[in-house]
């Protein structure tokens, strides 16, 4: 497991609000302890049992990386200790992304995972531990990601963005970005 940098952890703020992610979200993410920078300055997303990290690069070169003890591990980020809704997503980043654009109304008692990447078994994971959860398939809504929804998982509800932005983007982080510069051009 990478060890953790206290001091590389502003690299680590300042590219994910580079992609969009607002500063207090970037703060509950590491006060949860599911956050932290590595001695890299990469971004490290840990799963609540410390089976699970997914690194991801915040300089030029794009790097990403999974260390896992099991198959079939996610990263869940849960705002609110009452689960009532799971978002399912490819990767942390968009389901960090997913919650800054949800409103609260649609954030209160939810929780947005990552399964990195287009995993069914993964899915089949979170479903089976939340037995009662409503589970939304919201993955990136390219070819890849529509067809692992028909294919895979139509018994379930599908979130994605709206048509207006599905031309413009395929996934949670570029629509939020694409949202943030739209409120700014509206002020």
Not at 27 to 40: A, H, N, R, T, V
Not at 45 to 57: V, Y
Request: proline share 3%; net charge positive.
């Amino acid at each position: 497991i990478p060890q953790r940098s206290e001091k590389h952890f502003f690299n680590v703020q300042g590219y994910l609000m580079k992609r969009g992610i607002s500063k207090r979200t970037i703060e509950m993410l590491k006060e949860q302890g599911i956050l932290y920078s590595d001695s890299y300055s990469n971004c490290c997303f840990i799963n609540e049992d410390m089976t699970m990290i997914f690194q991801r690069g915040t300089q030029e070169k794009d790097f990403k990386k999974i260390i896992t003890k099991e198959q079939f591990e996610f990263w869940m980020f849960k705002p609110y200790k009452e689960i009532k809704r799971i978002y399912i997503c490819e990767s942390p980043i968009d389901a960090i992304s997913l919650f800054e654009l949800c409103t609260e109304e649609k954030r209160m008692n939810c929780a947005f995972a990552s399964i990195q990447g287009l995993k069914a078994g993964t899915v089949n994971v979170i479903c089976n531990t939340f037995k009662d959860t409503e589970i939304y398939i919201a993955v990136d809504w390219d070819d890849a990601g529509n067809t692992f929804y028909k294919e895979k998982f139509p018994i379930f509800k599908r979130m994605s963005a709206p048509l207006e932005y599905q031309t413009q983007c395929k996934d949670w982080n570029e629509l939020l970005q694409i949202k943030n510069k739209e409120r700014k051009n509206a002020k």
